[in-house]
């Protein structure tokens, strides 16, 4: 868990604080997302957790120990960070990049050949073809996955991720979403995510802190905080497409009837979301879908009113 504790950050010569007397928890094994307008303190709120900023009040706690008093070669061992251009070593080939922290940590080479081979294919690279290349001769997606398969060497607990997303183009940018978040799942790591990106904070985050200057303005899981905002500036932050929003947070499972006579037009897999069945909807101008199951049998019947009814 990590806990920040009051903390305050008031960077030298400037009269206002860049974070203020916040306080937050992220509980362990869950992905929270930060956003907030530029300027509201999200990065130097981050870099705080890994020391790279000292908070000038306040502490912040890392299961209960103060970051401060830790040893911080230690504390950023337990911590992994993914930055937006990533900073891979130009020089270094993917390889060695991937193996900079189990070298520090003085690993032998055969442990350490395991591990790249199992973190380039947790990232969906083929070793044998991107061991021995540079970053250069990556795509921008390719590299962010190094990146962050460099950044779970070590299995730290914690993974600080600043804008991850932010240099991908839009198409790769969501397929690298969809895959880093089963992977953040499947490795069970306490994250922290800092975007600008409202999209991805609902979609990354099992909750989303919103900030504005230095303070922290509401922080709920993604549904709460779109049915719910908590004043007139978080309601306008998300922006008045929020109820569709919300609509891609609820599963079709949840709101369909009983499978009757109706299923014989375009059906709809049982893990889309509302917000999915609606678009479907919407562009064959149906009165609703049916449901089927991953085998692709009818398992129900979602109509527009149900989808309407979930959503008030
Ligand atoms: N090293 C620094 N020295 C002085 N002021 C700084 C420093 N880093 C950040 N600031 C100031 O602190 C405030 C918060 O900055 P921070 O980078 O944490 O915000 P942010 O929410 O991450 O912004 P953005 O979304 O634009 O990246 C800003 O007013 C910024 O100008």
Known sequence: MITLDHVT?????????????????IETGTTVTMIGPSGCGKTTT??????????????????????????VRTLRRRIGYVIQQVGL??????????????????????????????????????????????PHELSGGQ????????????????????EPFGAID??????????FRQILKKVSKTVVIVTHDLDEAIKMGDRIA??????????????A???????????SFLGPDRAIK?????????????????????????????????ALMLADNLPGVGVKDDAGMPVGYLSREAVLAAHA
């Not at 973190?119 to 021995?132: A, F, G, Q, T, W």
């Not at 590299?143 to 600043?162: H, K, N, S, Y």
């Not at 919103?210 to 549904?223: N, S, V």
């Open 210 to 223: 919103i900030m504005r200057d230095g303070k922290l303005l509401q922080y709920d899981t993604p549904e």
């Open 89 to 134: 070593f130009p020089h270094m080939t993917i390889e060695r990049n991937v193996a900079t922290v189990p070298r520090l940590l003085g690993w032998e080479k055969a442990r350490t050949d395991r591990r790249i081979d199992e973190l380039l294919e947790l990232v969906s690279l083929d070793p044998s073809v991107m061991r021995k290349r540079f």
């Open 170 to 179: 839009p198409i790769t940018r969501v397929k690298l979403q969809d895959e």
């Open 225 to 235: 905080i779109l049915a719910h905002p908590v004043d007139d500036f978080v309601e």
């Open 246 to 278: 919300r609509l891609s947070l609820i599963p079709v499972l949840s709101a369909m009837g009983a499978a009757g006579g109706e299923i014989s037009g375009p059906s709809i897999g049982q893990a889309a979301s509302l917000h999915d069945a609606l």
């Open 143 to 162: 590299r962010q996955r190094v990146g962050f398969a460099r950044a779970l060497a070590a299995d730290p607990e914690i993974m600080l991720m600043d």
């Open 9 to 25: 950050k008031t960077y030298p010569g400037s009269d206002r604080h860049a974070v203020d007397a916040l306080d937050l928890t």
């Open 46 to 71: 981050m870099r705080m957790i890994n020391r790279l900023e000292t908070p000038t009040g306040g502490r912040v706690l890392v299961d209960g120990e103060d970051v401060s008093k830790v040893d």
